[in-house]
């Protein structure tokens, strides 16, 4: 399998007042085609930064290493490209759903849509995606919540919406961030489940946890500690 | 396309951006208010400053210009004017009935070709009104008896056929034309006792002649102070004397032709009717007699020229056979449909410089004449309410600055409270300029529909302003706009539209300005801080 993602001696320093706070120290990592990667660490250890990284939500420091999606330095690309980047090649999963109050599910798993294609874009093949929305909610077991706004559901349930949501635009790499961080254990498992089926169909995962049970359900564990990978 | 999703959706459940939009709403509600009022009380002092005064006017001096019928024929044959009428206008002193005396400006004019250049006959008072003219009158007004089944118009009706004796003045004898009958032969009505007299009042002060032919005057409405003026363009004469039929003393001070002062002349006229143009200085002060009379005079008529070497038996000198011109003091004129005043004004100069030409060292230069447009005329009365009307405009647009400030806090605090849905849409690729587009197509939507909102209750607050006005007059006692004291009955009620339109539009700017500085510092926030933003 070919490598999708390559993290090269990454770094990341937060400033906190006056002092520097070094997150990632240099940090290699590879994701390869396919493959569900979990990310284990303690709460701090930076796990979310490097999700953050790799879906450049966030820019390493000056000189901080680099991070290639299929063999391209994603640092060195235009706002533009990253924005396009984030639309069309990975999908975010939050521990917090992190979905639009105002919208309803239909409409929060059609967002990504909205942004790719514009106004006359998004018009134009509107039935096609929406088609697309309502089978994703389908597949998740939400076709009966499309028309309910995100306080009616309950956490599962947001959380399977927020999935949907990233994989609108048939990303290449899921970036899943805590995906049961805010659930209770049972549903917690069916969230795992529902990924691990969209792995089954091919998706390449890369998920963060603090929670070993959890990343054992991954292809592979890698391990962050004190900023660099401890376990390969 | 998410913006607009967004944007219905936020518009549909935020109350504080609501806020923003009744801000600009009343903001530019106010304006098209204060704008429209202002507006159309300088059209009206426009309007009421032009009447009378054709297009083009020329003056000469005090003691007149000779030759002026040349300049009349000179005139009439440009293919540019439609009209032109010679006057005379001189100040004189009247003394009305029950010694009541004023100081007037005499205006001696030809009334057909006076009435040709500013339609004098229109602003005459006394005149049987049309029904739509008649209702347009606050219930009570004498000139709707025609039309008005009021019994309180009974008196009236008694006094314009000519029967009643005012209880207060029955000492003096009876008024109107029935009593005038007796005593004044001039308003027996030549053709028979049926024709109202208002009807033929409007004659008598279209002509400035009684039903026998003697020449009239007509005094402007608030002349006689006993006029009271109440709201809806109307006077209110119970309880006092009815001017029209009565007799007046007219004095005026003849001038040599060094500006001295020959004796005064006076000379008895009936008041044949009365005039309002709805301009104080005017309706208070101007009088109208025939010119010819006035000539009279002022000496200013045609007179046989006498010869200087040849006398009679009688030691006079002998008529020469030839005239001396009359003199008029003004000649106004009135241009054809499409003709700019501006444009007539210079062939008026050129046609009274041809006339000079032929007549050098009998009329004035060109250079000792002034000839102006109406504009040019009342450029000094209308200027003090232009500046007055921008000035008023200047500081509400200011006033109006306060919704940006508005709009800007709102806006600063709904981009505050959206700060995570902003970490969102940047996570699933919404670009820097497509968040700053979201919050400012929601301050364009919001600016519509508070200008729209603004425009609609400004439209209604002004057509319907008077009736507001007399509410507050009659519920509070707040009287703005006093008829007795404002020249015009009512307040204007027009919303001109392409004005209404532009302040619409500057109301929507407002908006989006207000909301520019928001919009950017939404764009700016680093995605990864507004995912963790509490």
Known sequence: MTHLLEVRSLRKTYRLGRVDVPVLKGLDFDVREGEWVAVLGASGSGKSTLLHLCGALDRPDRDGGTVLYREQNINKWSAKAKDRYRNTAVGFVFQ???????????????????????????????????????????????????????????????????IARALMNEPALLLADEPTGNLDAVTGGQILDVIAETH??????????HDRAIASRADRIVELKGGRLATS | MYQASLTSRYLLRKIIPLLAMLSVALCTAMVIIVFSVMNGFLDLVTQAGRKLIGDVAI?????????????????????????????IETY????????????????????????????????????????????????????????????????????????????????????GPEGLRNHTPEWQNPHGANESLL?????????????????????????????????????????????????????????????????????????????????????????FVPVDVVQKMLGMQPVRELSTTEFDEFGDPVPTGRMTPGRVTRIVVKARAGVAPVRLREQVQEAYASVFERHVGAMPPPSQMNIRTWEEQIALYIGAVKNETALVMTLFSIISLVAVILVLSIFWTVVQQKTRDIGILRAVGASRLGIT???????????????????????????????????????????????????????????????????????????VLGALLPSVRAALIDPVSALRYE
């Open chain 1, 96 to 162: 917090f759903y992190h979905l639009l109050p105002e919208m309803n599910v239909l409409q929060n798993t059609a967002l990504a849509s909205m942004v790719r294609y514009g106004h006359l874009g998004y018009l134009s093949r509107r039935s096609q995606l929406m088609r697309r929305a309502a089978q994703l909610l389908d597949a998740f077991g939400l076709s009966n919540r499309a028309r309910h706004k995100p306080a009616e559901l309950s956490g599962g349930e947001r959380q399977r919406v927020a």
């Open chain 2, 199 to 287: 009807e033929r009042l409007k004659v008598a002060g279209r002509t400035l002649q009684t039903p026998a032919g003697s020449p009239g005057l007509v005094p402007g409405i608030r002349v006689s102070i006993v006029n009271e003026r109440v709201a809806g363009r109307s006077y209110d004469f119970r309880g006092t004397w009815f001017m029209p039929t009565r007799e007046v003393t007219l004095t005026v001070l003849p001038l040599t032709d060094e500006g001295g002062i020959r004796n005064p002349e006076s000379r008895v006229f009936p008041v044949v009717n009365e005039f309002a143009v709805e301009r104080y200085d005017v309706d208070s002060a101007y009088v």
């Open chain 2, 59 to 87: 003056d000469g001096p005090v003691t007149g210009f000779a030759w002026y019928e040349e300049v009349l024929d000179e005139l009439r044959r440009l293919k540019t004017v439609e009209a032109a009428s010679p006057m």
């Open chain 1, 200 to 209: 089954r169909q091919g998706q390449t995962i890369v998920m963060v946890t």
């Open chain 2, 92 to 175: 004189g002193l009247l003394k009305m009935p029950y010694n009541q005396i004023a100081q007037v400006q005499v205006v001696g004019i030809d009334p057909e070709s006076y009435d040709a250049v500013t339609g004098y006959a229109s602003t005459l008072y006394w005149r049987p009104l049309t029904e739509a003219e008649a209702k347009r009158l606050p219930a009570g007004d004498i000139r709707r008896e025609q039309w008005e089944p009021d019994e309180s118009l009974l008196d009236w009706r008694r006094i314009l056929h000519g029967s009643l004796l005012d209880p207060e003045f029955e000492s003096l004898g009876p008024i």
């Open chain 2, 437 to 511: 587009w979201l919050f400012l197509l929601y301050a364009l939507i919001l600016g519509i529909l508070g200008a729209a909102i603004g425009c609609g209750l400004a439209v209604l607050i002004v057509h319907n302003i008077n009736p507001i006005h007399h509410f507050l007059g009659e519920q509070f006692g707040i009287v703005i706009w006093d008829p007795k004291v404002y020249m015009f009955d009512e307040v204007p009620n027009d919303v001109n539209p392409v004005f209404a339109t532009m302040i619409m539009a500057a109301g929507v700017l407002f908006a």
